[in-house]
C-alpha cells in the first residue's frame, strides 16, 4: 500500500514538474531571417543579431545572412551590434509558423572601431594621471 501511494505521488509529481516546459512548447513560434550590411550595401560578417528579454540570438555569417529560429509570435525588439558600427534596435513583428524578414543597414563609427569609444577612455585616463599626481610625477 505504501509503495502504490508513493509511486503515485512520485507520478503526479513528476507530471506537475513538466507541464510548464510542454506548455510552452505548443506555444506558437515564428523566424526571423534577413542580411546586415553597412550603409554602402556591402554584407558585414559576424554582427550580433539578438531579441531583446529573450535567449535567443545569431550572428550574421560571411554574406550578411542570419536565422532566428522558434522566436515567439508577436512583437519583438531586435537588436544588431559590431564593433566599428553603430548599433541599432528596430521592432519587428513574428507571425506563428512564418519566417518574419527583417534586413538591416548599420552606419559606421570611427569612434567604436577600437571596441571602445573615447568617452569610455577618459575616465581611466584620468584616473593614471591622478595617480600619477599623487606619486608626485
Known amino acids: 500500500m505504501l509503495t502504490t501511494v508513493r509511486w503515485w505521488l512520485g507520478v503526479s509529481s513528476l507530471i506537475l514538474l513538466c507541464a510548464?516546459?510542454?506548455?510552452?512548447?505548443?506555444?506558437p513560434t515564428g523566424s526571423i531571417a534577413g542580411t546586415v550590411a553597412d550603409d554602402r550595401g556591402a554584407p558585414l560578417a559576424g554582427a550580433q543579431v539578438s531579441i531583446e528579454g529573450l535567449a535567443k540570438s545569431?550572428?550574421?555569417g560571411a554574406t550578411g545572412g542570419y536565422v532566428i529560429d522558434a522566436v515567439a509570435a508577436g512583437s519583438h525588439l531586435l537588436r544588431v551590434r559590431l564593433i566599428g558600427y553603430r548599433s541599432r534596435s528596430d521592432s519587428v513583428t513574428v507571425a506563428a509558423g512564418a519566417t518574419t524578414t527583417h534586413d538591416v543597414t548599420l552606419a559606421s563609427d570611427p569612434?567604436?572601431?577600437?571596441?571602445?569609444?573615447?568617452?569610455d577612455r577618459i575616465p581611466a585616463l584620468r584616473a593614471g594621471l591622478h595617480?600619477?599626481?599623487e606619486l608626485g610625477r
Open 20 to 27: 510548464p516546459a510542454f506548455a510552452q512548447g505548443g506555444a
Open 111 to 119: 569612434l567604436h572601431a577600437g571596441g571602445t569609444s573615447q568617452h
Open 131 to 133: 595617480a600619477r599626481r
Open 58 to 60: 545569431a550572428v550574421s
